[in-house]
Each structure stands twice: as structure tokens, then as C-alpha cells.
């Protein structure tokens, strides 16, 4: 199993300019989510989805949508990026919404906006 | 609204072990204590959890109060590679309310 997977690396936008994160998983997760992490500070949940069809908002939702077609992807949508986006982007997934279930990560997304 | 709360940073010597303390005086029944852990701006990695039973897996052991307001989890070797950021999170049992919310975690550096 590669786990959970994101692209690109690294990235870097001009304001105003938009872009997809992408996040995969091959673990047959039902539930994934995306954090932030901006320097100094604890990740914030940005939106998540409980299965194929189903998402929601986090705390930190405005600026980003996300959609969940697949079990497998669940892409985060930049529309007019800002500088204040400038952070590192990481996707999760655990198995079903059990809360017994760990959370596995990605590497995380650098992104930049100037 | 924090749910825990954490000593902002610890160290320990290479060989000792790492004991690392969690508040959590609100805890709900239905909530579990979890651990996880940031190494240098990777993803965060689960490390164990519980719900008033003390555990111990291959990482670490998990300490948990009678009262389960506080929590302890101990690296029993801890070693240079044990550096990170360490998240203490509360979270409901089950359904959509049982997302992951992290705070600023402890930062342990381990010295040689």
C-alpha cells in the first residue's frame, strides 16, 4: 500500500491564481480530511468527508472547496489563492468514523503564494 | 477552546525515558486520549490511544488517570530520533464529531 499520497510537493502561486491539491489514498478509507499548518502552529481542519458523496466544513473552511467522487481522492480546491494560504497542506484518512480508528497522513503540500 | 493542555517544551537525555504530560480535565465519557506526533514538518504519526485503561504498544505507554483528567505518555528509551512535536487530542467516539483537533503540542528534544 503506498497510504496516503499528495501533489505536488511543492508549489508556488501567484494571488489570484487557483490550483488543486491532490490526496489519494489505496487503504479503502471512508473518512478523509485536510489540515493546514502555518509556521509555529498546530494543524486546522480545513474540510473533511465521511464517505464518497458526503463532505463538510472544518474550522478553517473559507477560500478552499473540496469534493469527494471516489473513496480513493479527495482534492482540495484553491479558487483565488491568497497569500494568506501560504501554509503546509496535509490530507488524512482513517478507516470508517469509528473513533477507535487512527488517522494516517500524507507528506504534506508546501505552498507558497506571492 | 482548548480541550488539552500541554507543557510547551521538555527535554530528556538519550537512553531515559521521556514522560510527557496531558490535561484534559473536560473529557467527555465517550472520548478517547490520543497521541500522535510531527517530526520536522512531516505528517503527523499515530503513536497509541485510550479510553481509562492504561496501553502499551511498540512506541510508547499510555498512562491514564482514574478521574481521566490527565494523561502521561512515556517513551521508555526515548532516543535522538524521538524529537518531535507531541499532540495530546481528545476525541469523541464515533461519528463526524470524531475529527482529529490539534493544538500546539509539547516540543521533546532528546540530547545526547
Known amino acids: 500500500n503506498a497510504g496516503v499520497t499528495q501533489t505536488p510537493k511543492f508549489q508556488v502561486l501567484k494571488t489570484g491564481q487557483s490550483m488543486t491539491l491532490q490526496c489519494a489514498q489505496d487503504?479503502?478509507?471512508?473518512?478523509m480530511s485536510w489540515y493546514r499548518q502555518d509556521p509555529g502552529m498546530g494543524l486546522r481542519l480545513i474540510h473533511y468527508?465521511?464517505?464518497?458523496?458526503?463532505?463538510d466544513q472544518g474550522e478553517v473552511p473559507n477560500g478552499y472547496n473540496v469534493s469527494r467522487s471516489t473513496t480513493e481522492d479527495f482534492p482540495l480546491r484553491l479558487l483565488s489563492a491568497a497569500p494568506s494560504q501560504t501554509s503546509v497542506y496535509f490530507c488524512?484518512?482513517?478507516?470508517?468514523?469509528?473513533?477507535?480508528?487512527?488517522?494516517?497522513f500524507g507528506p504534506g503540500t508546501r505552498l507558497t503564494v506571492t | 477552546d482548548a480541550k488539552t493542555t500541554q507543557p510547551t517544551s521538555m527535554d530528556c537525555a538519550e537512553g531515559r525515558a521521556a514522560n510527557l504530560p496531558c490535561n484534559h480535565s473536560?473529557?467527555?465519557?465517550?472520548?478517547?486520549v490520543y497521541w500522535y506526533r510531527q517530526i520536522h514538518s512531516q505528517g503527523p504519526q499515530y503513536i497509541i490511544h485510550?479510553?481509562?485503561n492504561n496501553e502499551t504498544n511498540e512506541m510508547a505507554s499510555l498512562i491514564i488517570t482514574e478521574d481521566r483528567k490527565s494523561s502521561t505518555l512515556i517513551l521508555p528509551h526515548a532516543t535522538l530520533r524521538d524529537t518531535a512535536v507531541y499532540y495530546c487530542?481528545?476525541?469523541?467516539?464515533?461519528?463526524?464529531?470524531?475529527?482529529?483537533?490539534f493544538g500546539k503540542g509539547i516540543t521533546l528534544s532528546v540530547r545526547p
Open positions: 487503504m479503502n478509507h471512508e473518512y
Open positions: 487530542i481528545v476525541r469523541p467516539l464515533t461519528g463526524a464529531n470524531s475529527k482529529l483537533t
Open positions: 488524512a484518512s482513517r478507516a470508517g468514523t469509528s473513533g477507535t480508528n487512527e488517522q494516517y
Open positions: 468527508s465521511v464517505g464518497a458523496g458526503i463532505t
Open positions: 473536560t473529557i467527555s465519557g465517550n472520548e478517547y
Open positions: 485510550g479510553l481509562k
